[in-house]
């Protein structure tokens, strides 16, 4: 267990080591300890926050045999055996900015069902979502689409990839620049982390309501 401590230029640095075993060595000495620290913590307030018992997850990147992971992270559901097939959140780095999501991922069940729920709630979210929050369509890529920047009918198109296209995944919460994350005291980062899940909790509850249908 590591400090509850902000991400640094080290941690950054780790995503530009070359090779996978260098990679996975300085991920596993200079950052895990800290997404553990970010787990054991937050899986607290989301358990609060959510009203049921939400485990936390630390990506091991166990299938990888070539190339190194680009980016690492700590993810939470609702299971203590994995959390991909699950509608999750997530806090982790690329070497460029920090993320903190609501994501749901190709290996999701619910998907479609769950992109229904979506579709018919577009007005609310649209409003609801604040405009410096992100979207993403692909947890493996760093791009990313600012809310405040996109029509209705370009979220709809997002929603709606979420139903009919197999390998679809939409994500949506905040990135930190890393000149900005390694300027946030503990305190501020610990509030950000807070206030983001709270924002993203209504989607995460249309998620959940899929289940009970």
Not at 181 to 206: A, G, R
Request: hydrophobic share 40%.
């Amino acid at each position: 267990m590591g400090p509850l401590t902000p991400f640094q230029q080290e941690d950054f640095a780790v995503l530009e080591v070359e090779g996978l075993d260098a990679r996975m060595d300085a991920i596993k000495r200079i950052i895990r300890p800290k997404l553990e620290a970010y787990g054991q913590h937050f899986s607290g307030f989301l358990t609060t926050l959510t009203g049921e018992e939400i485990f936390p997850h630390v990506a091991k990147h166990a299938r990888r045999s070539v190339n190194p992971p680009d980016d690492t992270w700590v993810a939470f559901a609702s299971n203590k055996r994995g959390y991909k097939k699950l509608p999750h959140f997530q806090i982790g780095l690329w070497k460029t900015h920090v993320f903190i999501w609501f994501a749901v991922i190709y290996e999701c069940p619910i998907k479609q069902e769950f992109g229904k729920e979506l579709k018919n709630h577009l007005a609310s979210i649209m409003k609801e979502i604040p405009d410096h929050f992100v979207w993403s369509i692909d947890h493996t890529k760093p791009e990313i689409k600012k809310h405040g920047e996109l029509t209705e009918n370009e979220l709809q198109t997002m929603i709606e990839r979420l139903i009919n296209v197999k390998k679809a995944e939409l994500l949506c919460g905040v990135n930190i620049p890393r000149d900005e994350m390694i300027n946030l005291s503990k305190k501020e980062f610990i509030m950000l982390i807070e206030n983001t899940f709270k924002t993203l909790l209504p989607l995460y509850q249309l998620s959940k309501k899929v289940y009970s249908l």
